[in-house]
Structure formats: C-alpha cells, structure tokens
C-alpha cells in the first residue's frame, strides 16, 4: 500500500496566488491518477462555502472540485469571519465557536491546533497526497508562537514546505530570500523548494534572479510559473479580487459593502458576455444607468445598512427606483430591503430595532440559531432548479413574501414587491445554475449565453495544464512527506 504523502504551500505575503496554485496542483497531481485532498489550517475570508452541514473557505470548496471530490469541512478546520476592523467569528470544524477580539484569538488559537491536526490526519487517512496551504506569510515571525496557520502547523504536522513568491508586485528576489533571513534556521530547514509566481512575458529572462534565489538560500526551484489570464474565470475568494467586468448591454450595479460576504454570487454573471458588472466602491454613486442594483450578502447586515446609508446609496437607490430599474437583494441584502430588522439579543451590536431601506414589505428577526445547508430549489416563475445554499441568522416575514422567487420543498422562499421592481432572497450560489440564470436574465430581456459549471472545470484543467508546463511536478511529489 502507498504512503500518503503531505506538503505545505506557504507564501512570501498574502494574495500571492496561494490558493489557484494549490487547486492547479491538486487538479494535475487527480489527472496523474493519485487521490489528492486539499487542506487549509487556517482561513480568513467572509466567503464561505457550505460542506456537510457547515462553513469552509470558498478556495478550498474550489479545490475540492478540482480534485474531483466533495468538500468536507475538515479541508478547513479554522474559519475566521471577520466582523469589524478588529474581530473575528470563530468556525471551528464547521461549526461556529465563538466570536472574538484579534489580541484574544492569540491565546485561543493555540488550543485549537489539537483539532486543526485532527482534521488533517482524516484527511490524510484518505489520500495518496495532501496539498496543504498556508496562510499570509511565514516571514510575520511576531505570530509565530502559537501558530496554526504556517510553520506552527507544519512543525506539528512534520510536513515540507515549498514558499511561493509574487514577482508580479515586485521584488520577488527580496521576498523569497528575506523570508530566510527572519525566520528560525529550524523553520527554514523544513523549506524544500520555492516557486516564482505570476510572472509575465518571458520567465526565461528570470533564470539569473532565479538562480540568485537559489544561491542565496540553499533551497530548490520548482519553476516560474507565468500569469494565469484565466483566473477571473474561477471563483474569488478575497474581496480583493472582486473587479467591475464585462462590456454588455444589461448594466448590474454592486455597491461594495464593508463586510460584504459570500460574492462569489456575482462570478457567472460577470462572466455572461450580454452583462455589465460594476462594482462601486464607497463614496461613489450608484451609476445611473444600471438596470439592476444588486445588493450582495453581508457578514452583518444591521452595520453595513448604516455603511449603505453613509455613501449616500440610499438616496440613489430611490432615484434608480423612479428611473424604472430592479433591485434585488440577496441573504443581508434581502434583509436590508424589508421595512425593519429586529435584533432583540443584541447579536450584531445593540439590541434594538433598525429601519430598512423599505422597498420589501418584509421584516427580519435576528435569531441566535444560524441557517448553514444546502438548498435544492425551484425558480417560481420559470420552474428552472437551483442547487444553492444558505448562510444566515435571521428570518424573514411579510406581505411580499406571498410572491416568492423560489419554492423550496414545496415551501415559498424570498419576496418581491407587488410591481416586479424589487426581489429578495437568501440563496446563495443561484446564478451558478445556467437554467435558472438564463430564464432570470431572458426576463430582463437578455440572453445568457454561459455554461458556468464547463466553464470552471474547462479553466481547472487548464490551469493543470499550465502548472505542469511550468513546474517540477514530480519534484513536488517526491518532496512530501
């Protein structure tokens, strides 16, 4: 019987391309024939995926499919979803633990690596190889006691690590080189190889910076690896990534909330080549030409309808009213457009009652139980399926609900206004069903012309492709442990 094998992906900062490299790899390494499974310590993101009953990090979501597996919450035993500038909720192995300050997830952090390393060894069980990736940067040596994330974890774990640079921001040489140089000479010795990520043009005319790499550090190139154009078509993890696309007719505006999760709601419909997306960043104003103001999720609905207000959206969000445009608000954006939300138990701040923006007459009670499943629904006016799912506290009730955009188990689900103008719900992931899209689109007078499922799995095979074009592949694998 083969050993199963593991190795780390740890990255000279954030958003250095860590987790497209990792569901690149584990896409090449499934084609090769072997049982790969990603795994993720430690995740910070508000766009979360449902598996099993609970929360993981999108990325690893996407990595599960490119492996060719379902995801399963053990991929990411640590979610951190941020609430404020300066804390986080706690989801432990799916379930949410508790909601906490950033100087107190210091201490908590380090008794959550018993079950960060249960997870792991599941995982492990089950596979020829594991792809592990890391989080932020190793070289933030001023976390490194009590780490999960990076070198605390892989230290625990007693797995290799391989360190990804980013030359695309520049100084990928100091990067890489640097990170050597501050973190322990323990830690560095479990560093087996580095990759140059995101270059463009050609990575010939890097081989003498590679090389300086290598010299300087003692550790093995696995390759540069060129930019990837193909990215956008995957889904987004960091709000980051989140960009205005496309050049079609049909104009969706997206104001960009401060806490703005779960968005990779809005991946298919950038990508359908009839369709507009801007994305409105704070302090502009809602583009008067847009035919749907889209209002996303949010990790707190009552303090990101105060942010709405503050930009002065509301007031445009009346003038798109009167101009004829549609509006549709989806999980805290549904929530946002009833008359009132009612958060009795003080579970997003002050107890007390907020007014909504009133364009659903609905309102919403915050409960303590969260709503985390997945969701096989039917679009009530095109009878098209929806395989989505639900992330939320709260429930929602009123007169507009007697006109839902779905049924559920022979249940109404959502509202829209008496005029059509105005629609609510709180699935997640609905315009990821190509049928359901293109009937919602068709009735906005637009033709959906994608296949958004084809079009991730064509891109992950294409980018397995480019991996194994570019990178020591089988390096990797004789390099796990």
């Not at 979803?81 to 210091?106: C, D, F, I, N, W």
């Not at 009612?342 to 701040?349: A, F």
């Not at 507009?400 to 992931?429: C, I």
């Amino acid at each position: 019987m083969q050993k199963s094998r593991a190795i780390m992906i740890q990255g000279t900062g954030s958003n250095v391309g860590k987790s497209l490299l990792v569901a690149g790899i584990c896409r090449a390494l499934a084609q090769r024939g072997l049982k790969v499974l990603p795994f993720k310590p430690q995740n910070m993101s508000n766009n979360a995926a449902v598996a099993q009953g609970g929360e993981i990090g999108r990325a690893q979501a996407l990595q599960a499919m490119a492996c060719g597996v379902a995801p399963c919450v053990d991929m990411n035993p640590v979610l951190l979803k941020p609430e404020s500038e300066t804390g986080a909720q706690v989801v432990v192995q799916g379930q949410r633990l508790t909601t906490v300050k950033a100087r107190a997830y210091g201490a908590l952090k380090a008794t959550l690596m018993p079950r960060v390393l249960e997870s792991f060894q599941r995982l492990k069980a089950e596979a020829d190889i594991v792809i592990i990736e890391g989080a932020g940067s190793p070289a933030e040596v001023n976390l490194r006691a009590g780490d999960i994330a990076n070198m605390g974890f892989a230290e625990a774990a007693d797995v290799p690590v391989i360190l990804v640079g980013d030359i695309d921001r520049g100084g990928v040489i100091a990067q890489i080189v640097g990170t050597k140089a501050v973190i322990s000479s323990k830690d560095a010795a479990r560093v087996c190889g580095f990759i140059v990520n995101k270059f463009r043009g050609d990575p010939s005319l890097f081989d003498d910076g590679f090389k300086a790499i290598e010299d300087h550090t003692g550790w093995r190139g696995l390759g540069t690896l060129p930019w990837f154009s193909d990215a956008h078509k995957l889904p987004a993890e960091d709000a980051l990534d989140i960009r205005s696309s496309g050049s079609g007719d049909y104009h969706i505006a997206v104001p960009q909330l401060s806490r703005m999760a779960n968005f990779d709601d809005l991946d298919p419909l950038a990508q359908e080549p009839n369709v507009r997306v801007t994305m409105v960043p704070a302090g502009q104003a809602l583009p008067g030409d847009a035919d749907l103001v889209l209002i996303p999720g949010t990790k707190s609905t009552i303090k990101d309808l105060a942010f709405f207000r503050e930009q002065g959206w509301e007031v445009d969000l009346k003038a798109h009213m009167r101009r004829g445009g549609k509006v549709l608000g989806i999980c805290g954006g549904y929530q946002m457009l009833g008359k009132a939300i009612s958060d009795p138990e003080g579970l997003e701040g002050p107890a007390g009652n907020t007014s909504g923006l009133a364009l659903l007459d609905v309102q919403t009670i915050m409960l303590p139980e969260k709503r985390v499943t997945q969701v096989e629904a039917v679009h009530t006016a095109s009878g098209a399926p929806v395989n989505g799912y639900e992330i939320h506290i709260g429930t929602t009730e009123g007169a507009d609900r007697a006109r839902p955009l779905f049924s559920v188990e022979g249940k109404p689900e959502g509202a829209s206004s008496a005029n059509g103008q105005v629609a609510g719900t709180y699935l997640h992931g609905l315009f990821s069903a190509d049928k359901f899209r293109a009937a919602w689109l068709g009735a906005q007078g637009v033709q959906g012309a994608l296949a958004y499922g084809a079009t991730v799995e064509e891109t992950l095979d294409a980018l397995a492709k480019h991996i194994e074009a570019h990178l020591d592949l089988s390096a990797l694998i004789r390099m796990a442990k």
